[in-house]
């Protein structure tokens, strides 16, 4: 019971410093008129965000980072043949979807990818790439699997990753019931993937890492076989 409480509490407190971190650090930056280009104060504020993060989850972080370095080719290939399988899936979770939200008429955003490679290089792109494909995936996982892991048996914890996705998801979007549940589900979708690879591989970073070669690599894939 003492583990439940614990770990709910620092669920809740990375729940918080997600969601409202964005808010309160541009107020800050407001209040004392701070005025730096909006590429450097995001970096700044996602460094900040998974500095926070990593303070709460240190223990399973750091031994998951020191297993994932001892087989570090074999949980590369896991990890780029788990993100075949959840391309796939998307895909076809998709066109359901699509399917689904025509029949009831409500407005359906669809699949998206972030195309890294159709950009200039230069130092923004950087700073994009170390948000985008590194930090995020880094604390989106590490709050939705891991963090929602720690509270739940087996099969509970996997459907729970996907629901407390999807309601972030959900709360960013806003809308009518049916457009935020129809406009979620991929979301919902992808993190019970990610905590299923977590469970099979014992090893969140696995999963970390599935979710950013997705994140990178999903555009090109998907422009070559569409």
Do not use: H, Q, W
């Not at 170390?130 to 929602?148: A, S």
């Not at 977590?198 to 890492?209: D, E, G």
């Amino acid at each position: 019971m003492k583990d439940f409480a614990v770990n709910l509490i620092r669920l809740l407190l990375s729940f918080i410093i997600l969601l409202f971190s964005e808010e309160y650090f541009y107020k800050f930056l407001s209040l004392f008129k701070i005025n730096i280009s909006k590429t450097f104060t995001s970096i700044i504020l996602y460094v900040l965000i998974s500095f926070f993060i990593y303070l709460i989850y240190k223990p399973e972080l750091k031994s998951e980072f020191k297993k994932f370095k001892r087989k570090f080719m074999s949980n590369m290939v896991y990890a780029f043949i788990a993100f075949l399988i959840i391309f796939v899936t998307m895909l076809v979770s998709n066109y359901i979807l699509s399917v689904i939200a025509k029949s009831f008429y409500i407005n359906y955003n669809g699949i998206s990818f972030y195309n890294i490679f159709n950009k200039p290089f230069n130092l923004d792109l950087i700073l994009e790439f170390l948000k985008n494909i590194i930090l995020i995936p880094y604390l989106k996982v590490t709050i939705f699997d891991l963090g929602v892991n720690r509270l739940f048996s087996y099969s509970g914890s996997i459907f729970a990753s996907g629901l407390a996705a999807a309601l972030y998801n959900a709360y960013l979007i806003k809308g009518s019931i049916g457009y935020m549940i129809v406009n979620s589900s991929l979301t919902f979708i992808l993190f019970m993937l990610l905590a299923l690879i977590y469970r099979k591989n014992n090893n969140i970073v696995t999963s970390i890492v599935t979710y950013s070669i997705y994140i990178l690599l999903a555009s090109v894939l998907y422009s070559n076989i569409m």
